[in-house]
T-cell receptor, first 111, second 113 residues
Framework: SQQGEEDPQALSIQEGENATMNCSYK?????LQWYRQNSGRGLVHLIL?????REKHSGRLRVTLDTSKKSSSLLITASRAADTASYFC???????????FGTGTKLQVIP | EAGVTQSPTHLIKTRGQQATLRCSPI?????VYWYQQALGLGLQFLLW???????NRGNFPPRFSGRQFPNYSSELNVNALELEDSALYLC????????????FGEGSRLTVL
């Protein structure tokens, strides 16, 4: 079963607006990553945040991590039509580091 | 630098047959991960190989198996195919145990009729 759950499952916004996606996980983690998947394609890494970090930025992306709540959020600012994709969080945990993906948020940015 | 490559891109089989999917990791990467993604759903962890050994396995029946070769490429075998095995199978590689980014291939789409 998936450790992570994301919400919303789907999000539709206008170009230029901000998009926020949330991810929850169940066990303690070493790090948490966010990936993007264009329809039916492979996943592309966006950003990684370590368990001792609270916030990280990369271009128009901002990720926060709250280990007390076992949750993370991904904010995409000033969205573009090209941001239309599914976004997945992935948590890494355990001695043999198992990478577990969330259920994903499908983002549609309307031009 | 070549990325993770997977073959075949598409594969059509009938129930009861066997399917073999292949993955070549990025040069220098020793770990290979396999995931199953049914249509419109998230990624389910299948198998993790590192340095030729199976390190971890997801909650899948034994008819899902694989191996990693000395050159770190990997093969996923699915025996006695069932209709619900239809999915996109994604391979990813990393340098040893995952402390950072996973690099994904474009996937192999398996259709079971």
């Amino acid at each position: 079963s998936q450790q992570g759950e994301e919400d919303p499952q789907a999000l539709s916004i206008q170009e230029g607006e901000n998009a926020t996606m949330n991810c929850s996980y169940k066990t303690s983690i070493n790090n948490l990553q966010w990936y993007r998947q264009n329809s039916g394609r492979g996943l592309v890494h966006l950003i990684l945040i370590r368990s001792n970090e609270r916030e990280k930025h990369s271009g128009r992306l901002r990720v926060t991590l709250d280990t007390s709540k076992k949750s993370s959020s991904l904010l995409i600012t000033a969205s573009r039509a090209a941001d239309t994709a599914s976004y997945f969080c992935a948590s890494t945990s355990g001695g043999y580091q198992k990478v577990t993906f969330g259920t994903g948020t499908k983002l549609q940015v309307i031009p | 630098e070549a990325g993770v490559t997977q073959s075949p891109t598409h594969l059509i089989k009938t129930r009861g047959q066997q399917a073999t999917l292949r993955c070549s990791p990025i040069s220098g990467h020793t770990s290979v991960y396999w995931y199953q993604q049914a249509l419109g759903l998230g990624l389910q962890f299948l198998l993790w190989y590192d340095e030729g050994e199976e390190r971890n396995r997801g909650n899948f029946p034994p008819r899902f198996s694989g191996r990693q070769f000395p050159n770190y490429s990997s093969e996923l075998n699915v025996n006695a195919l069932e209709l619900e095995d239809s999915a996109l199978y994604l391979c990813a590689s990393s340098v040893g145990q995952v402390t950072g980014e996973l690099f994904f291939g474009e996937g192999s789409r398996l259709t079971v009729l």
